[in-house]
């Protein structure tokens, strides 16, 4: 099964490359399948990685960024593959 997480934040305005420059330079202690990082208006930054595990599994996710860096608490999404073309 792969298992996609999503990790989204919001830096505070003006600090968007300085937050994307962090997100790419987070190792997580796995590898995952894939990750891709990205960037959109209001200074927000989208990091996506892909997983070949179980839905519930214990994988690593991107942390929170410092508190200064960000306006809002990261939010974070799994989802479950159900088709790909």
Do not use: C, K, N
Not at 12 to 27: I, M, N
Not at 71 to 77: D, G, P
């Amino acid at each position: 099964m792969t298992v996609a997480l999503m990790w989204e934040a919001r830096a505070v305005p003006d600090r968007g490359e300085e937050l994307l420059t962090w997100a790419r330079a987070q190792e997580l202690p796995a590898s995952p399948l894939r990750r891709e990082t990205f960037r959109a208006p209001q200074d927000r930054v989208l990091v996506i990685t892909w997983w070949d595990a179980p839905y519930d599994a214990d994988l690593p996710e991107l942390p929170e960024p410092d508190g200064e860096l960000i306006t809002r608490a990261v939010h974070r999404w799994r989802f479950e593959s159900v088709a790909a073309d």
